[in-house]
Structure formats: C-alpha cells, structure tokens
C-alpha cells in the first residue's frame, strides 16, 4: 500500500490541501495517520475516496451529503453524473483511481463510454493523451509506484495498438514519411503512440522504432527512408545540459527533416532552437501540424 503525502493528494485529486484539511476536520471524510511531527500520511483508499468525493462536489453536491456516502454509494453516483461527451476532468480523475486500485473493469468501463459517447480520436484529445501527461508529472513526482505506472500504460497501449491496427495501411510511395522513436533512457511511449495513431489516420507512412533507439541506429534507419518529419518524446528526467546535447545532435543529423519535439522534459528547453525544430505541446498540436504538410 502506497504512502501519499497531503500535496501529493493535492496534485493527484486538484483540490488544494487547506480544503483537504477542513474536509477532515468538519466532516471526517477521511483519517490519515499521523508522524511523531505531526504530519499526515495518507493510504490508497484515502486517496481513491477524495478523488470520488472532488469528482462529485464539482458536479455540485454538498460535501456534507457526500461525507455521508459509503465507498460503494460514492462509486454508483459517479457514474450516474459523468457525461463522457463533456465532463473529461472527472473521467481522468477516475482513470487515476483505476489505476491506484489496479482495477481493469473501472479502466474499460470509464475508457470504453468515452469512445462510444465522442469516438476513439476525441477520447484520444481529450482523455487518454491528457491522463497520460498527468501520469507523466505523477512520474516525476514520486506520487504513483512504478506498479500502478506500468499497469495503466500497459492498457492504454493495447488500445493504441488495436487501433492503430484497425486504420488502412498507407501504401503510396509517394507518401510523406514520419520516424517516431524514443531515446535511448525513455521507455514511455503512449504519447509516441497517439503521434503514430494520429500521423497514420493523416496518410502518412509512419516508421515507428518505439522505446530505447540509439542514435546511430536511428541514423541508420533514416539513411533508407528518407523522413520529412523526425519525433521523439522526453518524459524521463534529463538535464537541461544533456538535452540541448541531444537536440544538437538531432539537428546536425536532420539538417532537411523537421524535428518535433515532445513530453514534460521540454520545459527544460531554456535554449534557442533552430527554425526546424519545433516543441509540439500536445496531441491537437501535433494534428495541426500535419496539416502544413499536404
């Protein structure tokens, strides 16, 4: 059983600790342990209950009927009030709670409503991709074990791949062509599986190496295929020094590609980048990007 601290549950459920606080002390919502300090340790369940009870009060219900709720109650409301066709935030919040629990069925409940209410691509904009860089700050941050990390990545890929799978393969020769890949220290690769989703769905030939290429191998790769578009994701930690090394080496190697550029480490980006290389935010982005390219 995980440990939280009380702004871990603030970042995990975007309820500011002092509320946390007050929610403790007027309506005993939860009960956390406490060190000889007097700081507050929480548990997992405490955790997947502020998360039910945060999705609930900003569906506007009084946190003193709430409080009142057992874990069950709370778990059917929620899904009386989530509107897959609008209501994101709360479904993201109870993707964090699948994973905490390593519950599938809540996962494929939560994920197969949203894609059957918006399709498969709005989800992907507004559900998965924006859950996945929330996993990436929770990553950073200490606040998930790399158990519950690897369990909802592990499911949210095999949703990528079937419908990666499912779009026509692109046979024109002709065909503008995209390398996705990842360095050699990043193993997170559902953001370079949405680009692969989205660049695919476009009509462009996607060369797709996946996690840990080493340059000369990615090199030589591009050597045959020529690609007019190079992408990569840092989610990892990387220091500033050691990125700009890399991005320079990208660069030298694809002086007639253009480079994207993706993931939370690009915050670290403090440096000028030639006119190439392009930081792509997120997913939408990454779309209205390729429309440039015919």
């Known amino acids: 059983m995980s440990s939280y601290s009380i702004k871990d549950l603030e970042r995990l459920t975007n309820v500011k600790a002092h509320t946390i606080r007050i ?32 999705i609930l009060n900003r ?29 994101y935030l709360s479904q993201i919040e109870s993707l964090v709670v699948a994973m905490i629990e390593l519950n599938e069925d809540r996962f494929e ?10 399709g498969f691509e709005d989800s992907l904009y507004h559900v998965i991709y924006p859950f996945f860089e929330k996993i990436g700050v929770l990553w950073q941050t200490g606040t998930i074990n790399p158990a519950q990390e690897h369990f909802i990545s592990n499911l949210i890929r095999m949703k990528m791949c079937v419908a990666i799978d499912s779009l026509p393969a692109v046979h024109d020769p002709a065909a503008l062509r995209i390398i996705l890949f990842l360095p050699e220290w990043e193993l997170h ?24 290429v080493p340059v000369q191998d990615l090199f ?5 295929v020529d690609p007019k578009i190079v992408s990569t994701y840092f989610i990892s930690a990387v220091s500033s020094a050691d990125l700009k090394k890399y991005v320079e ?28 290389v392009k930081i792509v935010p997120s997913a939408l982005e990454f779309k209205r990007l390729l429309k440039y390219y015919g």
């Open 23 to 54: 929610w403790e002390k007027r309506y005993g919502i939860v009960d956390p342990d406490r060190s000889e300090t007097n700081i507050r340790h929480y548990t997992d369940d405490d955790l997947k209950r502020l998360l039910n009870i945060s």
């Open 59 to 87: 569906h506007g219900l009084k946190i003193s009927k709430i409080a009142c709720m057992s874990n069950c109650e709370l778990n059917q409301k929620i899904i009386e009030v989530i509107r897959p066709e609008s209501d």
């Open 109 to 118: 409940r939560i994920l197969n409503q949203s894609i059957i209410k918006i």
């Open 189 to 212: 690769e559902i953001g370079l599986l949405t680009y692969y989703y989205l660049a695919k769905k476009h009509g462009i030939k996607v060369i797709y190496l996946g996690q840990n």
């Open 220 to 224: 030589s790769v591009a050597q045959t």
């Open 249 to 276: 080496i990208l660069h030298n190697h694809f002086s007639s590609a253009d480079i994207f550029l993706s993931g939370i480490q690009t915050a670290n980006i403090n440096f000028e980048l030639p006119d190439h």
